[in-house]
Each structure stands twice: as C-alpha cells, then as structure tokens.
T-cell receptor, first 112, second 112 residues
Framework: SQTIHQWPATLVQPVGSPLSLECTVE??????LYWYRQAAGRGLQLLFY??????ISSEVPQNLSASRPQDRQFILSSKKLLLSDSGFYLC???????????FGSGTRLTVV | GENVEQHPSTLSVQEGDSAVIKCTYS??????FPWYKQELGKGPQLIID?????GEKKDQRIAVTLNKTAKHFSLHITETQPEDSAVYFC???????????FGTGTSLTVIP
C-alpha cells in the first residue's frame, strides 16, 4: 500500500539552530513531492516541490531549503532558524496516475 | 497562474443542519477539484473530489458540485455531526501538471 511518513511530529528549536525534517513515501515510485507550511489558523503555503531526484523548485524566497537525495525521500532544512519559521509543516505526494494529493501527518515546529 | 478563493472563512451550524462551502477558480484549464478535511494537529485528508467531466458527485452525507462555466465548485455536507467540525480546504489543478492550488480554508464548527 502507499503510505507517507513524516517526522518528527513535534519539534522545539532555539533561534539560530539548524533544522532537518524528513519525509518518505512507500509503495510508489517517481512521485511528485511537496513541502507546505501552515501558520496558525492560516492556509497552506507551498514552499518547495520536486518532480525527481535533485530536482527542486522553490515557490517563495525564505530561510529554508529542500533536497531530494532519493526518489522517495524529501528533506526540508535550514541552517539557522528564525522565529518566523514556526508553523505546521506538511509533506505531500502525488503520482500522475491518480493525481490525488496525499499529505503526511505534519510536523509542528516551534522556534523559541 | 491559478487563483482559488474560498468562502466563508468560518462557518457555524447546528447539528443536523446543512453546511455549504464555496470556491471559485480562475484557470479554465483546471480539471480536477478535490476537497480536504483537516482536523486539529493533523494533515489534511481527502474527503471527496470531482473532475471536470462531471457536474456533481455524492458520497453519503457529502456532495460536491461543479459549474465549469462559472468556474465555481461547492462542498455540501448534510445532517452535520459534531465530528464534521474541522477546517476544510478546496483545491484546483490541471491533472497533467499535478500543481495544486488551495483555497484559504473554512473552519466549520458543528454545534451540538
């Protein structure tokens, strides 16, 4: 079956510290992968998307970066976190056959 | 690019009443319109979707209607229950591009 794993579920990090959030999918190959951020009470903001290994597109300039070292692995990183990086981060994937987005369970990041 | 607008941003209904959430889109090439339900602290989950070759789709208490001419689609929830309380997002995409554009969300509260 097709599943998506995202971790950690919650994270509290000090300002200036690095960040690494990981997302992996199982049961599919060559998915399109996405990172979204959701501020409290707000909508979904697309941060990055990837159509293949090492192919990353950024939607908005920011303090974050993304990488896709393997077909089913998508990583969100930062070298130095800002307070404004706090939010709920969601990974999602979609394949061409069904064109249906599937979201991970999310990571609640609080920068203090 | 595509622009999806969603209304209302908040909605309160009495248990047993119906709830309607409306979205409009701008790109006439969009042909896939999913709806997601997000419970507190969780990732959005697909609840129903509709493609542009269909005008209406129903799944138990949930239905979605699509008006391609007017470029709007709506989510209808009948006989609402407290467990329907959540944030609902609409989205639009061109099937081939897999780029999804989300509405800003509707926070639905069902009052027992």
């Amino acid at each position: 079956s097709q599943t998506i794993h995202q971790w950690p579920a919650t994270l509290v990090q000090p300002v200036g510290s690095p960040l690494s959030l990981e997302c992996t999918v199982e049961g599919t190959s060559n998915p399109n992968l996405y990172w979204y951020r959701q501020a409290a009470g707000r909508g979904l903001q697309l941060l990055f998307y990837s159509i293949g290994i090492d192919q990353i597109s950024s939607e908005v300039p920011q303090n974050l970066s993304a990488s896709r070292p393997q077909d089913r692995q998508f990583i969100l990183s930062s070298k130095k976190l800002l307070l404004s990086d706090s939010g709920f981060y969601l990974c999602a994937w979609v394949t061409g056959r069904s064109a249906r987005y599937t979201f991970g369970s999310g990571t609640r990041l609080t920068v203090v | 690019g595509e622009n999806v607008e969603q209304h209302p941003s908040t909605l309160s209904v009495q248990e047993g009443d119906s709830a309607v959430i409306k979205c409009t889109y701008s790109d006439s090439a969009s042909n896939y319109f999913p709806w997601y339900k997000q419970e507190l602290g969780k990732g959005p989950q697909l609840i129903i979707d509709i493609r542009s070759n269909v005008g209406e789709k129903k799944d138990q208490r949930i239905a979605v209607t699509l008006n391609k001419t007017a470029k709007h689609f709506s989510l209808h929830i009948t006989e609402t229950q407290p467990e329907d309380s959540a944030v609902y997002f609409c989205a639009a995409s061109r099937n081939t591009g897999n780029q999804f554009y989300f509405g800003t969300g509707t926070s639905l509260t069902v009052i027992p």
